[in-house]
């Protein structure tokens, strides 16, 4: 039996219980399939690995599950960066109640390279040099990507719309 036959019979075999077992822990069906798909991507990359018979099974969910944590620290560590450009932006403009979910859509709205250098600067801490480093351009440019970034990421708050219970505040 080839690994790509091998591969094949294991995912028709453990699709239907790799995908309950995601769904019951994940709170969307993109979450659900990124954990499927991570989770076979794995056994594919590592199919000599993977035992035989029911035992693949019992990889597959200890895959998952390691999938699912990884998952959740991302989502921690993006909580996180929402919480510390809250904190960044009311110390920049007057004191205003900021909710969670309009600083994730403001942050959402950002271009990849604007939310790149914004989580470095936020949930990895880096400065600027260490921007730089990590994205392959200089220090004075790093920095002048970050101020870039946090000007239209207050720009994204300004044009994101406010929950009712906020208005008030602003």
Not at 144 to 156: D, E, F, G, I, Y
Request: hydrophobic content about 45%.
């Amino acid at each position: 039996m080839t690994h790509r036959d091998r591969f094949e019979a294991i995912y028709d075999a453990y699709y239907p219980a790799i995908h309950q077992y995601a769904a019951r822990r994940t709170g969307s069906p993109d979450d659900t399939a990124d954990v499927i798909s991570e989770t076979f991507l794995t056994a594919w990359r590592r199919i000599g690995d993977v035992p035989e018979g029911e035992r693949a099974l019992l990889w597959l969910y200890g895959v998952a599950r390691r999938v699912l944590a990884n998952q959740r620290r991302g989502a921690a560590r993006r909580a996180v960066l929402a919480e510390r450009l809250r904190d960044e932006l009311a110390a920049d403009r007057p004191a205003a109640s900021v909710d969670l979910e309009h600083v994730r859509a403001a942050f959402d709205e950002l271009p990849e390279r604007d939310r790149e250098v914004l989580a470095l600067a936020c949930w990895e801490g880096l400065t600027g040099e260490q921007i730089a480093k990590v994205v392959g351009c200089t220090a004075i440019a790093a920095r002048t990507r970050l101020h870039r970034a946090r000007r239209r990421l207050a720009a994204s708050l300004r044009r994101q719309p406010r929950p009712a219970i906020l208005m008030g505040d602003a």
